[in-house]
């Protein structure tokens, strides 16, 4: 997901700026050639490098029992937790703004930063969450007490993301504590698959 990221998006911003070519507006986009080719060569440069990144990746062998149990619970709270983020934020500041209103104010903090500004808080909440998760049970955090910090943060998250749009209205609130709850629904039976995956490949390995 870096590889593809930062080939992908460098080769469109890198291309752009070498070419002298004005960025596309992605609401009401003009295609030229040279942007369709920047384009496509980006999403194909950017999918060749994440495909290298994944096998590498997957080459490492991880010996130890807990740090792979930990790369699992991460990686699962990573990717559903960008993915709850982005959809409840969405939706919170088209309750709080109106849908037109929502979409003015994303163009106006600038499509690219705006979208790298909710996947990167989503990851980051997503992985303070994941590790939470996995240290719950190794220092004896009770339910109550994960619940808790996982809120904490999903709040300071949203209430942070309504501040730098200048958002007015209270539905920061409601998206703050239902991250927390739908990443709890979703995450651990996706864990547990990954957990007995990686116990089957053990077992056939050995």
Known sequence: ???????????????????GMERLDWVTPVWTAKHVGLVAASLVLGVLAG????????????????????????????????LDWVLTMGIAMSVSLGREE?????????????????????????????????????????????????ATVSLVAARWHFYTYRIEGKSWIVAGMVVPILLLLLAPSMVERDRRQRRLMTEQSS
């Not at 994944?54 to 990573?78: G, T």
């Not at 997503?126 to 619940?147: D, E, K, M, V």
């Open 1 to 19: 997901m870096v590889s593809f990221l930062v080939v992908g998006l460098g080769l469109y911003f890198g291309g752009a700026a070498l070419l």
């Open 51 to 82: 495909l290298t990144g994944f096998a590498y990746a997957i080459s490492i062998e991880v010996r130890n029992e807990r740090l792979n149990d930990l790369l699992i619970v991460l990686w699962q709270f990573l990717a559903n937790g960008s």
């Open 102 to 150: 929502a979409k003015a104010a994303v163009l106006q903090f600038g499509a690219e930063r705006a979208t790298i500004h909710v996947v990167g808080t989503g990851c980051v909440v997503g992985l303070l969450l994941g590790a939470a998760f996995f240290l719950a049970p190794i220092i004896r955090l009770s339910l109550i007490g994960y619940l808790t910090f996982s």
